[in-house]
């Protein structure tokens, strides 16, 4: 019998049931109890007990709203950890990286798993501050429901409305907690009427007597057809409410402390009222949200199933069914881990609606979709400021790429550039309290001492008018041409591509090739080298050779007709654009007011909240970056000033920024702007503003009446021989 004293505690075990257990057996179950306890973690939250019914729930809010408050308040209640941790006291189960724990903030988003009712829930706990906003987006892309937390204290401040807009962009069915209602100067009332203002006017009260029918009514006019059957004498029935919160047309509130634990039950109670099930079909999906790497080094690929099953050792793809080529890899799951805080447990298979991290995967990156699922839109938020990286001397810079490019799989708002001319690392980040972040992890995980320059502005660029590129390569025994419309597309579209060829003109799988290489690189404007934004990309027509086209040959032919496009288009600069909500004492408004039309910006009309001032509005980055020394300085620290990125804009300065960056497209010989053809058994460079005098086929495609192209030359003999 010593092998059964390997438990330190006591198991109930059904001999009825256990004959066909070895000793060996029953000792590893025994085991895993052990370490599932000493994780905190009940059995009844282990992958094989978990409820059938599997809910993601997200927490977010703006910085201090206290967030992770109430998810250790969650937790707690729901019987998933022992005891109530705290910020300050640094042992809160979800902040668990040293920078969190010394800075008091959320960085890296969490995960937890609880149980609620019938529910299985992972709650995933994401960063406050606006420079970690990346790491809170992408997890939306996985969530079934989000809870929005609001400072009773300070109200609705600029990030909760951003962070509403992307809530509703990802349509999140959202219930909202408004917390430190126990501090002085909260008002329920107040607080309701701001959330419906400017949150919207279908935030209804959850935390009050739901039996009235002032309640009802307030319920009832959130969807036409309940208000008409409540106005027939008709009770609201629980899966009415259900069904107008997952649509997105009610949002319950509920109001409460906590820290003092006040409300967080109550909260909870109705919630699991509240909420339903998403229901997901039987062929395997999943969507990827973000990439890390354990204490060992390996990487690990998180993923919500959104279809099917996943199991230990399953072949994943990038690719669809029976679809092949250079870019397409077929990867084996080694494990698959359930987190919950910095521990996990292991299991042998994973069913849809599961959050879930495996290793094995090497080329995933957030926002992928796997199997039958589709790959999420660009984010809306992005890097703003640029900054150029300094190494230890004894570093060697092509060891420290590879090594930074680990963090950028892991940052989704870190760009790292590559400058090959300079032989310099430049980081592309959203604010100061990042880099400062950066510095210590770079450090921790590599050794290094890093430090970043004063940052540059990181600028976009789009273009006007429509307008049609081309481009050919054709050195000898290769071929390719592609015709592609430019377009200008509405501010913060981002980059649309599509097709409009016939499969007769260019076959299927070659037009997918070029709408693959048109994705898959971030393509360089000609002003002054930044990326293209804000425009529509589509195939027009193109050439392929039966017997000399290779893949690599669309590639390059694409590349070109982007930048030969780009050339032959009036570009457009675009800044990054603060949207801000400046708050000092009312005197000293009038000095506020100076500062932001000096700095080029817009604001509304102010407003008074007692002895202080609201400016709202929105100016250029590169104007106001550093405007919150000076608030500090001016107000002595009273004033407060939150910045959230509004999007690109025309920039209010392009010739002065051209003419300092200097950039010269045709001396960028990465990203060339003509095009190869071929003469005699050789190939010849062709200048961007001649290829349309060689190329091979015509597109059809006209410019808009009015709009200045190049002009028409003759049709010789020479050149109609070239393009047969």
């Not at 760009?415 to 430049?426: A, F, P």
């Not at 980059?495 to 007769?504: H, K, M, T, Y």
């Amino acid at each position: 019998m010593d092998e059964w004293t390997k438990a330190p505690f006591c198991v109930m075990i059904n001999r009825n049931k256990c004959d066909n257990y070895s000793v060996d057996r029953i000792c590893e179950v025994t085991e895993q109890l052990q370490i599932t306890t000493e994780r905190g973690i009940s059995m009844a939250d282990t992958s094989e007990n978990k409820p059938e019914k599997q809910i993601t729930m997200g927490i977010l809010a703006h910085v201090d709203a206290g967030k992770t408050t109430l998810s250790e308040g969650i937790l707690y209640t729901c019987k998933a950890i022992r005891k109530l941790g705290r910020v300050d006291h640094q042992d809160a189960f979800l902040d668990t990286n040293t920078l969190e724990k010394n800075r008091g903030i959320t960085i890296f988003s969490k995960q937890a798993e609880c149980t609620l009712g019938e529910f299985g829930i992972t709650l995933l706990d994401t960063p406050g501050h606006v420079d970690f906003s990346a790491e809170m987006e992408r997890t939306l892309q996985v969530l079934d429901y989000g809870i929005l937390v609001i400072s009773g204290a300070d109200g609705v401040q600029g990030h909760t409305e951003t962070l509403w807009r992307l809530l509703s962009r990802y349509q999140i069915p959202v219930f909202l907690f408004i917390n430190k209602m126990d501090q002085p100067g909260t008002d329920r009332e107040t607080l309701l009427a701001e959330v419906k203002e400017k949150l919207d006017i279908n935030c209804v009260d959850f935390s009050v007597n739901q039996t009235g029918e002032d309640w009802k009514e307030q319920v009832a006019v959130c969807d036409e057809q309940v208000m008409e059957a409540y106005l027939e004498g008709e009770e609201i029935s629980r899966a009415q409410i259900q069904k107008m919160i997952r649509e997105r047309k009610l949002f319950p509130c509920y109001f409460g402390s906590a820290l003092k634990m006040t409300g967080v039950e109550e909260f909870l109670d109705d919630l699991k009222l509240r909420i339903r099930e998403t229901s997901y079909p039987e062929t395997f999906g999943a969507k990827i949200y973000k990439i890390t790497r354990d204490n060992q080094g390996e990487r690990l690929t998180h993923m919500k199933i959104t279809g099917g099953t996943l199991k230990v050792k399953s072949v994943l793809s990038n690719g669809r069914l029976g679809e092949t080529g250079e870019s397409i890899w077929q990867e084996k799951v080694n494990q698959i881990r359930i987190y919950s805080g910095e521990k996990y447990t292991m299991v042998s298979e994973v069913k849809a609606g599961t959050v879930c991290a495996v290793t094995g995967l090497t080329a995933t990156y957030p926002g992928q979709g796997l199997g039958s699922e589709q790959a999420s839109d660009m984010p809306v938020l992005e890097p703003v400021l640029s900054y150029r990286i300094g190494l230890p001397t004894e570093v060697n810079v092509h060891q420290a790429l590879l090594q930074l490019r680990q963090l950028e799989e892991e940052e989704p708002l870190l760009h790292i550039v590559w400058n090959e001319t300079l032989g310099e690392i430049y980081a592309q980040v959203m604010g100061e309290v990042q880099i400062e972040i950066l510095k210590s992890l770079i450090k921790e995980r590599f050794g290094m001492a890093v430090t970043f320059d004063e940052g540059n502005i990181v600028y976009k660029e789009t273009i006007l008018e429509p307008v049609e590129g081309v481009g050919h390569f054709e050195p000898l025994r290769h071929y390719a041409e592609v015709h592609l419309l430019l377009e200008p597309g509405e501010t913060g579209s981002g980059l649309i591509f599509a097709a409009d060829c016939s499969e007769d003109v260019v076959d299927r799988n070659w037009q997918r090739l070029i709408l693959t290489h048109l994705e898959e690189r971030e393509h360089k404007g000609v002003l002054i080298g930044a990326p293209i934004t804000d425009m529509k990309i589509t195939l027009l027509t193109g050439r392929a050779h039966i017997k000399h086209t290779e893949g690599g040959d669309f590639r390059q032919a694409t590349y070109r007709a982007v930048r030969q496009g780009l050339r032959k288009a009036k570009s457009q600069l675009l800044e990054p654009y603060y949207e801000f909500r400046l708050e000092v004492p009312s005197e000293q408004v009038g000095r506020s007011m100076t500062d932001i039309q000096k700095m080029l910006g817009e604001f509304d009309p102010p407003k008074t909240e007692g002895e202080m001032t609201v400016l709202t509005g929105s100016a250029p980055v590169v104007t106001m970056r550093d405007y919150q020394k000076e608030v500090i300085s001016y107000t002595s620290g009273r004033g407060r000033l939150s910045c959230t990125l509004k999007g690109y804009y025309p920039c209010h300065n392009q010739e002065e920024v051209v003419e300092a960056v200097g950039y010269d497209p045709e001396a960028d010989l990465e990203n060339p702007t003509g095009s190869v053809f071929c003469a005699h058994g050789a190939g010849f460079v062709v200048n961007w503003d001649q290829v349309e005098d060689y190329m091979h086929v015509e597109s059809g495609w006209n410019a808009p009446a009015g709009q200045e192209t190049k002009p028409e030359k003759p049709v010789t003999a020479k050149k109609l021989e070239r393009r047969k």
